[in-house]
C-alpha cells in the first residue's frame, strides 16, 4: 500500500505544474484534446455497460437479470468514487498547484489515507452489513452477492489517486485506458462466467455472484494497468520543479468530491433506491415471490435503453464543457452563453429524439434485445426519462465547468428523496409501471430545478420557437413510424426476427424523418454546428445541401 503511496509522491514532486487564469491557445487546445479523450472513453464505456447487459438477460432471463440488477448500483456507487469524484478533485489540486514543494507529500498522503479510510468503512459497512441490506431489500438470499461487490470498494484510494495524479498533470491517457480495459475485462468475465455456471446448472444466484466476481476482476486489471503507467511515467521522467504554495484543506477536498460524485452517479442513486423498495413493495403488496422478481427484472430492462439513449446527447454536448470553462474563466458572457445554448441545444434535440424514438419502436425493441414483449408499456413510460437525463446529464457539466460544484449534488439528493417516496405511493397501487412514473415524474423535477438555475445565471435560455420546431420533428417522426410500422407488419411474420427489422429499420427511417425535419425546420444554425467535433466538415456537407 504505502510504497504505491510513495510512488505516487515521487512522480508529483517531479513535475511542474503551472497555473494561469488566461490559458494561452496552446494549453487550451491540450485541456480540449484531454476532455475529449476522456469523453471517448467514457462514451465506450457506457456503450459496453448498457450493451452486456442484452446478453447477460438472455443467459439468465428476467429471474437472473433482477439478482444482479439488484446488486449493481453498490458496484456503481465505487466506479462513481474512483471515476467521477475524487479523481477530478485530486487532479484539481494538483493542476492548480494545492500544496508547497515541501508539502506535496505530505498532501498525497493525507488524501491517501482519507480515501482509504473511506474505502475501508465502505467496505465494512457491505460486508458485514450485508445481511441487513438483503433483508431491507425483501431478499435474504442477496447477503453473499452483496459482500463479494464491497470489495470494489478497497481497489477506490488506489485507483483515485493515480488517476488524480494522472489527470492533474494533464495525462488523460492512462486513466482513458484503465477505464476501458476495465470494462473489456469486466464485460468478458461476466458473460464467461455466468454461461459457464448456468450451462452447469448453478442456481441464478450463484451465477450472479460469478457476474459479480467478473465486475472486480475487471477493477483489478484496471488498478494494474495505472500501476503500470506509474511506473513508466517514473522512468521518463525525473525533473525537479516548484509547485505553487498553498494548504489543502481536507473538509474542502471530501465536501468537493462528495459533490463530484453525487452529481455522476445520478442515474445509480435511482438504481439503487429502486432495488432497495421495488421487489419490497411488490410483495408487501400481495405479489408472489417468483412473480416479484420476474417483474423486477423486466423493469430493469430499461437501464440499458436508458443509458445508450443519453450517450449521444452528453458525448457531444459534453466536448462543449472545456470551451464553456474557458469562456468563463475569461469572463467572455457572450461567448459562455453561446456554448451554453448549443450543448442544451444538443442535449434537448437528441434526447427528445431518442426519447419519442424509442416509444415508437419499443414492443419490436424488446423482443429483439429481450426475446419477448413483457413489459412493454412500464419501458415506454420508462424511456420519457431519456430526455430528463439527457438535460441533467448536460447541465450537470456545464455547472462544474463554471465552478457550481455544491448545486447540482443538492438537486440530484432532492430528486432521489422525492423518487423514494414516489415509489412508496404509486409501486403499491401501479406495480412497475408507478416505479416508472416515478422516475420520470423525479427526474423531471431536477431537470426543471437545473433549468431555473441556469436562468438565475442568465445563461442557457431557448426561445419557445425553438421547443415548438424540435415537438414539431418529433411528431413528424411519429407520424413516419407508425406509417412505416404498421405497412410492414401487415406482411411480417410474428417472431423475434421480424422484431428484429422492425425495430432497426424503425431506428432508421424515424431517425432520417427527425433528422430531415430539425434541418428544414432550420433548428440548428449553421453556426451553432462549427461547435460539434467534426463541425467543419458537418458545415461543409450542411452549405452544399443548400447549394
Known amino acids: ?118 474505502g475501508i468503512i465502505l467496505f465494512l459497512l457491505f460486508f458485514i452489513g450485508a445481511p441487513y441490506i438483503a433483508d431491507l431489500m425483501g431478499d435474504s438470499k442477496l447477503g453473499p452477492l452483496i459482500r463479494i461487490i464491497a470489495f470494489s470498494f478497497l481497489l477506490v484510494p488506489f485507483i483515485s489517486v493515480i488517476r488524480g495524479f494522472f489527470q492533474g498533470i494533464g495525462s488523460m491517457l492512462p486513466t482513458a485506458i484503465s477505464q476501458v480495459t476495465e470494462q473489456f475485462i469486466r464485460v468478458a468475465s461476466i458473460l464467461l462466467l455466468t454461461y459457464f455456471l448456468v450451462r452447469k ?11 459479480l466476481i467478473g465486475s472486480v476482476i475487471g477493477g483489478v486489471v484496471s488498478l494494474l494497468v495505472l500501476i503500470w503507467f506509474l511506473l513508466w511515467f517514473r522512468n521518463r521522467h525525473p525533473l525537479s520543479v516548484r509547485v505553487s504554495p498553498m494548504i489543502l484543506g481536507k473538509k474542502t477536498f471530501l465536501l468537493q468530491g462528495l459533490a463530484i460524485c453525487i452529481s455522476g452517479m445520478m442515474l445509480v442513486l435511482f438504481q439503487f433506491v429502486d432495488s432497495l423498495d421495488i421487489y419490497a413493495l411488490l410483495t408487501k403488496s400481495g405479489v408472489s415471490i417468483g412473480e416479484a422478481k420476474s417483474l423486477k427484472g423486466i423493469y430493469d430492462r430499461g437501464q440499458p435503453l436508458l443509458q445508450l439513449g443519453t450517450i449521444v446527447a452528453t458525448s457531444l454536448s459534453l466536448t462543449l464543457v472545456p470551451l464553456i470553462s474557458g469562456a468563463f474563466q475569461n469572463g467572455d458572457l457572450s461567448s459562455l452563453k453561446e456554448k451554453v445554448g448549443i450543448a442544451l441545444k444538443i442535449s ?51 455547472l462544474q465547468g463554471i465552478g457550481r460544484v455544491y448545486i447540482p449534488a443538492l438537486y440530484m439528493v432532492i430528486g432521489v428523496i422525492v423518487k423514494f ?16 412514473v416515478a422516475t420520470v415524474l423525479s427526474l423531471c423535477m431536477v431537470a426543471v430545478f437545473f433549468m431555473k438555475e441556469l436562468r438565475k445565471l442568465k445563461i442557457g435560455k431557448l426561445p419557445a420557437l425553438f421547443y415548438i420546431k424540435v415537438l414539431a420533428s418529433a411528431f413528424i417522426m411519429t407520424l413516419v413510424l407508425q406509417i412505416w410500422l404498421i405497412c410492414l407488419e401487415s406482411f411480417l411474420p410474428s417472431n423475434r426476427l421480424s422484431s428484429v427489422i422492425l425495430a432497426l429499420s424503425g431506428v432508421v427511417i424515424g431517425g432520417a424523418a427527425y433528422i430531415i425535419s430539425i434541418m428544414c425546420f432550420k433548428v440548428f444554425l449553421r453556426e451553432d454546428v462549427l461547435f460539434l467535433p467534426f463541425g467543419e466538415r458537418l458545415f461543409r456537407i450542411f452549405t452544399n445541401k443548400e447549394r
Request: proline share 4%; aromatic share 12%; charged share 10%.
Open 348 to 398: 434537448i434535440i437528441v434526447g427528445i429524439g431518442s426519447a419519442i424514438g424509442l416509444i415508437n419502436i419499443i414492443h419490436p425493441t424488446n423482443i429483439m434485445l429481450f426475446k419477448n414483449d413483457h413489459g412493454s408499456l412500464v419501458l415506454a413510460v420508462f424511456s420519457v426519462s431519456i430526455l430528463f437525463s439527457s438535460i441533467i446529464l448536460t447541465i450537470t457539466g456545464i
Open 201 to 211: 446448472g448453478y442456481s441464478l444466484y450463484i451465477a450472479g455472484e460469478g457476474a
Open 421 to 436: 417516496l414516489t415509489n412508496q405511493l404509486l409501486v403499491p397501487k401501479f406495480g412497475t409501471l408507478g416505479a416508472s
Open 1 to 118: 500500500m504505502f510504497p504505491l503511496f510513495r510512488m505516487i509522491c515521487y512522480n508529483t514532486t517531479y513535475f511542474r505544474i503551472g497555473r494561469s487564469k488566461n490559458l494561452p491557445q496552446e494549453d487550451s487546445k491540450k485541456l480540449f484534446k484531454g476532455a475529449l479523450i476522456l469523453t471517448i472513453a467514457a462514451t465506450i464505456t457506457k456503450i459496453l455497460s448498457a450493451v452486456y447487459r442484452v446478453p447477460f438477460q438472455n443467459i439468465v432471463g428476467d429471474v437472473g437479470f433482477y439478482i444482479y440488477q439488484q446488486i449493481y448500483p453498490i458496484y456503481g456507487v465505487a466506479i462513481s468514487l474512483a471515476t467521477y469524484g475524487f479523481p477530478v478533485i485530486i487532479s484539481k489540486f494538483i493542476a492548480e498547484g494545492e500544496a508547497a514543494n515541501s508539502n506535496i507529500k505530505q498532501m498525497m498522503k493525507s488524501i491517501f489515507l482519507m480515501l482509504s479510510s473511506l
